[in-house]
């Protein structure tokens, strides 16, 4: 579902920043191939406003 209603279970999990440049770039490249145009568009303004992307890293602690 879109309204943000749980589907499962909740999971215990980590979340840290990555910054390293080769995963910007693999994000980058996936927004891209999802949104297309639309990313483009939002990425120019965002390079106008000098806005910071900032990638998380989530993984599972089980």
Request: proline letters at 2%; charged letters at 25%; aromatic letters at 6%.
């Amino acid at each position: 579902m879109v309204d943000g209603t749980l589907l499962g279970e909740w999971q215990p999990a980590n979340a840290i920043r990555d910054d390293t440049l080769e995963v910007q770039k693999h994000v980058r490249g996936l927004l891209s191939k999802k949104y297309g145009l639309a990313f483009h568009l939002f990425a120019l303004m965002g390079k106008m406003q000098k806005a910071k992307h900032t990638v998380l890293r989530v993984t599972l602690s089980r």
